[in-house]
């Protein structure tokens, strides 16, 4: 099972060009793709629905868009009536098999007033797998503004993650049939079969982070100079250093400002838990895709849910 992540930086190629074809092509035959950056109806990308022509270009995969950033973009007619318009800001979720379900949770945001800062969020999706079972997709953005923010957004993914399957689905329980067959009760008769929560999941996206910062340690544990990472079972295992990699090696975004500040660094991540350890069986950066400021960010996955 191949899972890619990319930060497509809404189409905005290393040459100056938007190119939503460019960036399909450079993630197309995953099994599981997270994108960030999709956007809907701004200026700067001509005004388009993104979510509709990834949608329509990678027309073999199911797709579920999560939109964090939602403003009125509305215009009125001529007419008195109202073009009805939301200018979107999200992560989209594509899959070979059916998005069973979707949630989307905004994270901690502070109101900072010397630079701009959005809103964002993780957007979760339960993955129908291809022989039995499902898993959970995670997918997310942190904020690229604030130290403080990062950790307080990192440790509300961990808590949704962590309530999840006590959770359950989109929905839980059973119908009564005797209720419909009795008093022909029938409105929630689509809802029969509860859709699950899986307890495995990935997490992956664009985290605003390197493995030196602080905030890293939220995720994967503290350092330890005699033991390495003391990591308990509410930490999560990086992909990209469970396959031999170094935490501080790989570049998955290179850009900056300006000139003077631009740098080559690994922000974006996939992340399992620790039960799912033993089924990574690789990972590896893009390092030719063109496409954005990020570069793709792939994992393959030994997945058999009954094994």
């Not at 930086?9 to 938007?18: S, T």
């Not at 629905?49 to 868009?65: F, S, T």
């Not at 009795?182 to 929560?197: F, I, V």
């Not at 080559?264 to 990574?280: C, G, H, P």
């Amino acid at each position: 099972m191949k899972i890619v992540t990319y930060n497509i930086q809404f189409g905005l190629g290393k040459d100056g060009r938007f190119d939503l074809e460019r960036v399909a092509g450079e993630v197309d035959g995953a099994d599981v793709i997270a994108l960030q950056e999709v956007e809907r109806h701004w200026k700067r990308s001509g005004d388009i629905d993104q979510v509709a022509r990834l949608g329509e270009i990678l027309n073999r995969y199911y797709w579920a868009y999560g939109p964090y950033f939602d403003v009125d973009a509305s215009k009125p007619r001529p007419d008195g009536t109202i073009e009805n318009v939301r200018r979107q800001f999200g992560n989209m979720i594509l899959s070979k098999t059916p998005i069973l379900s979707t949630r989307l949770f905004p994270l901690p945001k502070s109101a900072l007033r010397q630079r701009h800062n959005m809103v964002v969020g993780v957007f979760e999706g339960v993955v129908q797998l291809q022989q039995d079972g499902a898993l959970r997709i995670y997918n997310t953005h942190l904020g690229a503004r604030s130290q403080h923010d990062r950790v307080a957004q990192i440790i509300s993914i961990r808590d949704t993650i962590r309530r999840a399957p006590a959770e359950g689905g989109a929905w839980t329980g059973e119908l009564a049939h005797t209720l419909w067959e009795d008093h022909g009760h029938t409105l929630w008769e689509e809802d029969a079969t509860p859709p699950p929560m899986p307890e495995s999941f990935v997490l992956l996206g664009d985290f605003n982070l390197e493995a030196k910062d602080p905030e890293y340690d939220y995720l994967v544990g503290p350092k330890d100079g005699d033991f390495g990472r003391l990591s308990s079972k509410e930490e999560f295992i990086d992909t990209w250093v469970a396959t031999g990699h170094d935490e501080g090696d790989g570049v998955t975004y290179s850009g900056g400002q300006s000139a003077s500040d631009a740098r080559d660094v690994r922000i974006d991540y996939a992340f399992v838990d620790q039960t799912m350890e033993k089924r990574i069986l690789g990972a590896w950066i893009d390092e030719a895709a063109q496409g954005s400021d990020h570069q793709p960010y792939w994992l393959e996955l030994d997945y058999a849910p009954h094994d």
